[in-house]
Every structure is written in structure tokens, then in C-alpha cells.
Antibody
Framework: QVQLVESGGGLVKPGGSLRLSCAASGFTFSDYYMSWIRQAPGKGLEWVSYISSSGSTIYYADSVKGRFTISRDNAKNSLYLQMNSLRAEDTAVYYC???????????????WGQGTMVTVSS | EIVMTQSPATLSVSPGERATLSCRASQSVSSNLAWYQQKPGQAPRLLIYGASTRATGIPARFSGSGSGTEFTLTISSLQSEDFAVYYCQQYNNWLSLTFGGGTKVEIK
């Protein structure tokens, strides 16, 4: 079935780095734009970044620009988020999500992973 | 950045009653608005896109309306599985996607 599975979360010290991965299955990954969206504990949703189907177009939220890098490997059906210079305020559950533009022409997220927790603390 | 404001923060409703949730944008987003449902410990689920189109598999009791800056999600007759947090999201500005702060629908 259509599925996204994130991995790579954990505890990291302020200023440290972490790389998240998202494995896609059950659909043609290379057809879809993908995004990372995060949710701090007890808080709402915050869009982090998206990448086009080919990887040629990338956007970031201002809060992570210059520190985070999104990438994808269509041959491996995988999405990545390299997070550097991590701060306490980056603590959150990180979700990868499929963009609906290919299916129904809207930048709404129709498939989500279960999320991976990133904790930034000394 | 387009700021999305949801109200109320918490809505207490009895099963079988109607729930009306509001979402306001700080500037026009046309009909480029989505609604999501999130239950504790779960990822969000897409309910509505294009302000009023139900996503695949979403029951007809969920309906969305509005355009410009004012939007409404209506749940016509609340079922036990509908008690959750609901978020709106604008995608009119592709360079900066933003979500509302959420409305928690709880059992009265």
C-alpha cells in the first residue's frame, strides 16, 4: 500500500547535525513533489521544506534556511533532510508528506509518514 | 508570510451535533486552502482541498466552504471518531506554506 516511513530521528546537542530519511513505497515516487513538515511537542504544524519531483526546485521556511538541506534519490524512492546547526527550537516530530499536485492539482498533503522525533538538548 | 488564524481554539460538541470551525487568512488565498484532522499520536489526515473538495475516502459529513480570507469546515453530525484537532493550511503562496494553530474538537 501507499506508505512513507521516516527514520533518523534522535537526541542531538545544540549545534549538532542529523540526517532524516523517508522511504516511500506503493506509488511512483519520482512523479511527486515531497515535503518535510514538523510539529513541536504540543504545538501546531510547521512546513519546513519541499522539493520538486526531479529535485530541481527547492524551497525552505525562513526558520531553517541555510541550516537544513532537502534532497531526494528517485532510484532509491527516498527523501532526505540534512539538518545542521540544530537549535532547541528545532525539537519536533518531523513528518515527510506527499504533495497532491500530481494527483489533484493542489499543494495539499495527501500521504504522511508516521513521523520521527528530533530532540535538540544538551 | 500569510498568517492563518483558527477559531475557536477548543470546541465542545455533543455526539450527533453539528460542528463549525473557522479559519481566517491574513490576506486572500483564493480557494487554495486545505483542512486536516489529527488524532493524538497520529499523523494528520487530509480532509479537504481547494476549500471545498473532499479528499479520497472522506465521509460526506465533512464539508468545507469559503474563499478569499474566510473559510469554514463543517462536520454535520459528529461521530465519536471525529473528536480530534483540525488544522487549516493555505497553499496560495507556494514559497511559504502556512498552517493555522488548530481547533480541538472535544466531547461536551
Amino acid at each position: 500500500q501507499v506508505q512513507l516511513v521516516e527514520s533518523g530521528g534522535g537526541l542531538v546537542k545544540p549545534g549538532g547535525s542529523l540526517r532524516l530519511s523517508c522511504a516511500a513505497s506503493g506509488f511512483t515516487f519520482s512523479d511527486y513533489y515531497m515535503s518535510w513538515i514538523r510539529q513541536a511537542p504540543g504545538k501546531g504544524l510547521e512546513w519546513v521544506s519541499y522539493i520538486s519531483s526531479s529535485g530541481s526546485t527547492i524551497y525552505y521556511a525562513d526558520s531553517v534556511k541555510g541550516r537544513f538541506t532537502i534532497s531526494r534519490d528517485n532510484a532509491k524512492n527516498s527523501l532526505y533532510l540534512q539538518m545542521n546547526s540544530l537549535r532547541a527550537e528545532d525539537t519536533a516530530v518531523y513528518y515527510c508528506a506527499r504533495d497532491g499536485r500530481y494527483n489533484f492539482g493542489a499543494l495539499a498533503f495527501d500521504i504522511w509518514g508516521q513521523g520521527t522525533m528530533v530532540t535538540v538538548s544538551s | 508570510e500569510i498568517v492563518m488564524t483558527q477559531s475557536p481554539a477548543t470546541l465542545s460538541v455533543s455526539p450527533g451535533e453539528r460542528a463549525t470551525l473557522s479559519c481566517r487568512a491574513s490576506q486572500s488565498v483564493s480557494s487554495n486552502l486545505a483542512w486536516y484532522q489529527q488524532k493524538p499520536g497520529q499523523a494528520p489526515r487530509l480532509l479537504i482541498y481547494g476549500a471545498s473538495t473532499r479528499a479520497t475516502g472522506i465521509p460526506a459529513r465533512f464539508s468545507g466552504s469559503g474563499s478569499g480570507t474566510e473559510f469554514t469546515l463543517t462536520i454535520s453530525s459528529l461521530q465519536s471518531e471525529d473528536f480530534a484537532v483540525y488544522y487549516c493550511q493555505q497553499y496560495n503562496n507556494w514559497l511559504s506554506l502556512t498552517f493555522g494553530g488548530g481547533t480541538k474538537v472535544e466531547i461536551k
